[in-house]
């Protein structure tokens, strides 16, 4: 059996592409494709095979065996009316995605298009009769695909609406079927999906958008049998109104276990807890990272690639989750040095990576708004949760009126660009009196019920 017990990665190098093997813990150069463009994202199977997007209108297609080395390497075009945006394996099926281009007397049409290819007799792109209403959509088209068992998943590249097509690859002699077509949720106006990963218990889709108000990434996780479910969401915003800014830029996304990896750019590499869903925490000093692969489902060592003026770098880093949950815990004592001891009196603590959690021990609140968690503390920011639980409209209101009026008179600035439900103040440069004050107004607000205020135009 070809290359057993080796993990192979096509990944950028220089100025082209690299083949990589993962042996234990190092990542070993087997031979540079020079004439594979660095920029393009590549994808392999389990027996050899890989391929990667030469451009919008044609795949790079090679073998190797760790016996004879690269055994072949092919091209193959899409069709002229397509335009490539997606590939990834399915067993010995290279499946592509993308849009097909629709000519008529006075304009053009784009509309989603999947073909697939047998990599191992050289055949042409075969395309997949996609029989669903959402496909005659102008302007609609595929930018992700996936593999679940035996389905493969093609998210479209627009909201208007946001679909996922489905596509199920069980029959061989019948070939890839459509078998349905579903709504996603959707997070912003015009978004697009950037990216697309999955293990055997998550799908993860990025995705970015852009209002009048607010340009938002996201990163929604997903239950591969239950689409339709949003587990939970990882989400970051830049707003015109504020000089608050993300200073991350997401452009491409691996999974591990319950752990998802993000490549931020200049802000390093993101880490995200699944089962937390604490927000994005960021390790800074690996530098800068536009790539990153998981191997296999180990959570504990990434592959990361960056793109810098010579071209591009890609390494094996470690990750420890344990480590970063030691540096939210040091980053709250560096905020105020008596905070910690502050906050244990009046709230249990929770450290994620990138967030503590401060919930409340008192039965009676837990049952009046259904939850336990009150507020939560990011670097040197506070943030009152009150849109929790079963807060509702006015309440959550008046709550944040009553605390905001509070806390403005000791004189700490709110954010006008969050949410109503949610309002946030620097914990940084005050006083232990002033912490504590602010403290003890999350605590009344919690307790108020809104009586004795008239409802605000």
């Not at 391929?51 to 297609?61: G, K, P, V």
């Not at 199920?168 to 990216?195: F, Q």
């Not at 800074?284 to 990272?289: L, S």
């Not at 504590?436 to 919690?446: F, G, K, T």
């Amino acid at each position: 059996m070809a290359n057993s017990g080796v993990k192979l990665l096509v990944a950028p190098d220089g100025k082209s592409q690299t083949l990589f093997s993962v042996v234990g813990d190092e990542l070993r150069r087997i031979v540079i494709l020079e004439s594979w463009p660095p920029d393009a994202l590549a994808c392999t199977n389990d027996t050899g095979w890989f391929a990667c997007l030469e451009s919008t209108s044609a795949a790079l297609i090679g073998r190797y065996c760790d016996v004879e080395g690269i055994k072949s390497e092919s091209r193959i075009s899409a069709p002229e009316d397509v335009r490539l945006e997606a590939i990834t394996f399915a067993g010995n099926r290279l499946f592509g995605g993308g849009i097909k281009e629709i000519s008529h007397s006075q304009s053009h049409d784009r509309r989603p298009w999947i073909g697939w290819c047998d990599v191992t007799v050289g055949s042409d792109w075969i395309p997949v009769e996609l029989n669903s209403p959402a496909c005659d959509f102008i302007d609609k088209g595929v930018d992700a695909l996936v593999v679940t068992g035996t389905l493969l998943m093609a998210f479209d590249n627009i909201i208007e609406p946001l679909y996922l097509l489905i596509l199920d690859l069980a029959n061989k002699e019948l070939g890839p079927t459509h078998t349905s077509t579903m709504s996603l949720k959707t997070h912003n106006t015009y978004e697009r999906i950037k990216d697309a990963r999955t293990n055997d218990s998550y799908i993860a889709i990025l995705s970015t958008g852009i209002n009048q108000r607010i340009s938002g990434q996201y990163i929604s996780i997903c239950n591969p049998s239950n689409m339709g479910q949003e587990l939970c969401l990882f989400s970051e915003s830049r707003s015109v109104l504020s000089d608050f800014q993300s200073e991350a830029t997401w452009t491409h996304i691996a999974i591990a276990g319950s752990t998802i990896f993000v490549a931020a750019c200049d802000a390093g590499l993101g880490v995200g807890d699944i089962l937390y869903e604490d927000g994005i925490a960021y390790v800074r000093d690996i530098g800068r990272v536009d790539r990153v692969t998981t191997i296999d489902n180990d959570g504990d060592r990434v592959i990361i690639s960056a793109k810098n003026g010579s071209g591009w770098s890609t390494c094996l880093v470690p990750v420890s989750l344990n480590s970063l949950r030691d540096q939210s815990r040091q980053s709250l004592v560096a905020v105020h040095s008596e905070l910690k001891a502050l906050l244990a009196e009046k709230f249990e603590l929770r450290f994620g990576l990138n967030r503590i959690d401060l919930f409340t021990s008192d039965p009676a609140i837990r049952e009046k708004y259904q939850t336990a968690k009150v507020a939560e503390i990011q670097g040197d920011t506070m943030r009152m949760t009150v849109g929790n639980g079963g807060f509702r409209t006015f309440e959550r209101l008046m709550i944040g009126l009553k605390l905001f009026s509070k806390l403005t008179r000791i004189g700490i600035e709110h954010d006008p660009s969050l949410y109503d439900e949610d309002i946030s103040f620097s914990l940084a440069g005050l006083d232990s009196k002033q912490i504590r004050q602010a403290l003890e107004c999350v605590i009344e607000s919690i307790n108020f019920d809104g009586s004795g205020v008239e409802p605000v135009d």
